[in-house]
């Protein structure tokens, strides 16, 4: 026999209060994307007539992104950002799950040994300066693998994915060991295809920690032509001369514009790559995130 639970009075006031104060959380996060946005694309007349503070603008214009896209410097760095995004996420994952898998077997030799080695690390580190000279010492320095190759694996990613390795059922992989499978074609043929969900979510991670990453340009890099994307937004934040950071061909192009609305232009640029992939991601979000950190 089936019940139908209708909802009192107190229960509408209170689902309407919980919708307005989530929508306007809402709203407060989404401003400053619309604000940097409508900054973008604003004439500085319109910037200076309103004190700098504009919502609703009356005119548009494209000149910051002109001038940012005719610089050297911004296509240069979309260029490295996306290299190393791209080859970095491909990376981590490989050797994320080539790392998750022996250790999700219980009967693989000293895995337990492997695994306390591996958590150690997530408590205790050498620190900055033995990082920096270890990169130095293996010829990283100034060079795009000194982005990608010091943060290859992520203890707190790798362990999610053992996890979501240990659910699945053993069976499928009994049966295709029967058919004839080694392990590397049981992992390839069997597993990575199973892992879908998780690693959806484990690469939007990576890639977006790559994507974001400016730390590690600061500290190896030296030659500007391979500045990621947030180093020449945190060089632009720093310097006053916009003109010089972007090397423009034409330093007249920025004479109508303000420092800050290339500033805006540039973050912009900078965003929308990431916000146009995560909504292809976002489906296997929730799923791989639930199935990579239960057990059971």
Known sequence: MSRVLYKTKADRIADAAIYTLLALFGLLTLFPLYF???????????????????????AFTWEAFDAVFSSKTVPQALKVTVTVTVAGTFLNLLVTTMLAYPLSKK?????????????????FSGGLIPLYLVVRATGLINTIWALIIPGLVSTFNMLIMKTYFENLPAEVEEAAKVDGCGDIQTWVRIVLPLSTPIMATLGLFYGVGHWNAYFAGIMYLNDKSLYPIQVVLRNMIQTPNV??????????????????????????????????????????????????????
């Open 243 to 296: 003109s010089q950071e972007l090397a423009i061909a034409n330093p007249m192009t920025l004479a109508a514009l303000p420092p800050e609305t290339i500033k805006m232009a540039t973050v912009v640029v900078a965003i929308i790559p990431v916000l146009v992939v995560y909504p292809f991601l976002q489906r296997y979000f929730v799923k791989g995130m639930l199935l990579g950190a239960i057990k059971g």
């Open 107 to 123: 009967y693989v030799p000293g895995r337990n040994a492997v695994l306390m080695a591996i958590v150690f690390t997530m408590l």
């Open 36 to 58: 940097v946005f409508v900054m973008s694309i604003t004439p500085y007349s319109e910037v200076l007539r309103n004190g700098g503070f504009v919502i609703f603008p009356s």
